[in-house]
């Protein structure tokens, strides 16, 4: 395939919008063209974009696959997982692609793209983020915006950034649940709700520069209010720690939000409780009674670590394994490891739970593992069942966040057969996978690989448009081009 002047459009992509346009042709033929050139690009190791074009496309012109196994609606158990910051336990909650409801989008995919380039490359990021026609999503890209030119003291950028945040606030539009009001507005599953969740986001966005205006977005969600006071309360705690080890005073509001909490650990989640026990030790203070066996150690594990790697701290003496592990909670276990990488501190439980892990195969902690160095990756993603549209949608759980870290780290051929068979099956899916491999996509390819999934992705849409019918302008929560 002979790329054309124009970039990442090839001549069967351009022989493919005609003959779509007019329908001068099946789709059975449609459909054949594009499984022989995503068959040609794959095995030729072409440019990811260009997979994702094809790919998509070719799940927009797919023939309705008969119903295949189902996966569980319910969320998953957030008991399994480790949480470093209570803003993460509503997250928790939310469906995995296929399922409706389900956040991934081409929207979230370039905010996430954009929080991640804010503190480094502030021009690609605003670019991408004047590409999000979604208001929510918008906004907490902007968020990341205003936190850049803070971190800079570009007083210029800050104004924009605050103004252009302000505007997307007064933008996001109401939505309301299935069937009317109910109680959920109350309590953390309004998380589930588009609207609720944009401007819970955008609270934490801006959770260290304007808490007030973030109490003020959440207002009449009780339940997210309560976490989003619990998330401050962790932040000041951080910062009040932060300051006590940089020898100055204390901010007297910092001190107050730790102190609360240190006071009264089980009035808080374990989340918080284990963020304010690990600040206490750091301090050189005693470890605070935290209720939930897998966040005490947590804590204790991080504050050694800490103490090590800032303090100087020569005890390096691996910690206690406690006995038996929750088989359970085997990826929390992972996640202390990885939280607190490259120190022998964590040298026993890494070894328990890649012993336990390998025995129950439960493939989500050695992935864990795997990520942050202690088991090799390339063993843990052999054989694994993913290069189909099948295999996907009936893989069992929601997309695992290290699988594609991992196969665009160490296998690049294979994630993107990965994200083809996603992307071909169900493009929510696809964009969760590559949510999930953002850092490792920056950095393989740099900042420009953010525009150019992009633009693979609504010139599929625009490619598939009937005969007939306008473009859009907007597709997936995002505008096709700059000037929208």
């Given amino acids: 395939m002979t790329a054309t002047e124009d970039h990442g459009v090839t001549i069967l992509d351009r022989t493919l919008r005609l003959s779509l346009h007019t329908r001068n042709g099946s789709d059975d033929h449609f459909r054949r063209l594009l499984d022989d050139a995503l068959a040609t690009v794959l095995g030729a190791g072409a440019d ?69 380039l804010a503190p480094t490359d502030r021009h690609t990021a605003t670019a991408l983020a004047t590409l999000i026609e979604d208001p929510g999503e918008a906004a907490v890209a902007n968020c990341a915006l205003v936190r850049a030119a803070v971190r800079v003291h570009d007083l210029e950028g800050e104004a924009h950034a605050w103004s252009r945040l302000r505007h997307l606030i007064t933008r996001m539009p109401s939505r309301s649940w299935p069937g009317g009001a109910t109680s959920h507005d109350r309590d953390v599953l309004a998380y589930l709700r588009p609207d609720h969740r944009a401007r819970f986001d955008t609270a934490i966005g801006i959770l260290e520069l304007a808490p007030d205006l973030g109490r003020a977005l959440l207002a009449e969600l009780p339940g997210l209010c309560a976490v989003y006071r619990e998330a ?3 932040d000041a705690s951080d910062r009040y720690t932060a300051q006590r080890l940089a020898g100055r005073r204390p901010d007297p509001a910092l001190a107050h939000a730790h102190n609360t909490i240190r006071q009264t ?14 600040n206490e030790q750091i301090l050189g203070g005693p470890e605070l009674p935290v209720a939930d066996p897998v966040y005490r150690l947590h804590a204790r594990i991080t504050a050694r670590t800490v103490r090590a790697h800032q303090l100087g701290a020569d005890d390096l003496t691996p910690e206690p394994v406690p006995a038996p592990l929750d088989p359970a909670r085997l990826p929390a276990y992972a996640g202390i490891v990885r939280h607190n990488a490259d120190t022998p501190i964590v040298a026993a439980l890494a070894g328990r739970v890649r012993a336990e892990a390998t025995a129950r195969d439960d493939r ?10 202690y088991t090799d990756p390339l063993a843990v993603l052999a054989g694994a069942a ?3 549209p099948q295999a996907v949608l009936a893989a069992a759980g929601p997309p695992v966040p290290e699988l594609s870290t991992l196969l665009f780290r160490h296998r690049p051929a294979e994630a993107a ?15 969760a996978v590559l949510e999930h491999a953002v850092t490792e996509l920056l950095a393989s390819a740099g900042p420009r690989i953010a525009h150019d999934l992009h633009r693979a992705v609504t ?26």
């Avoid at 650990?265 to 963020?275: C, G, N, R, T």
């Fill in 265 to 278: 650990p089980s009035s808080s989640s374990a989340v918080a409780a284990a963020v304010v026990s690990a």
């Fill in 48 to 116: 990811l974009p260009r997979i994702l074009h094809l790919s998509v496309l070719r799940g927009l012109l797919a023939t309705p696959a008969a119903p295949g196994p189902r996966r569980s609606e319910h969320p998953a158990d957030p008991r399994r997982h480790l949480f470093t910051t209570p803003a993460d336990l509503p997250r928790a909650l939310l469906p995995a692609p296929p399922h409706p409801g389900n956040p991934h989008s081409l929207a979230r995919l370039l905010r996430v793209f954009v929080t991640h």
């Fill in 364 to 373: 989500e902690s050695l992935l864990i593992l795997a990520d942050a160095g």
């Fill in 386 to 388: 993913y290069a189909t």
């Fill in 232 to 234: 401050y309360a962790c």
């Fill in 417 to 431: 057969r990965h994200l083809s068979a996603a992307a071909v099956a169900d493009w929510p899916t696809a964009a």
């Fill in 459 to 484: 010139s599929a849409f625009t490619c598939a448009t009937p005969p007939g019918a306008s473009p859009p302008s907007v597709i997936d929560g995002t505008y096709t081009d700059a000037g929208g």
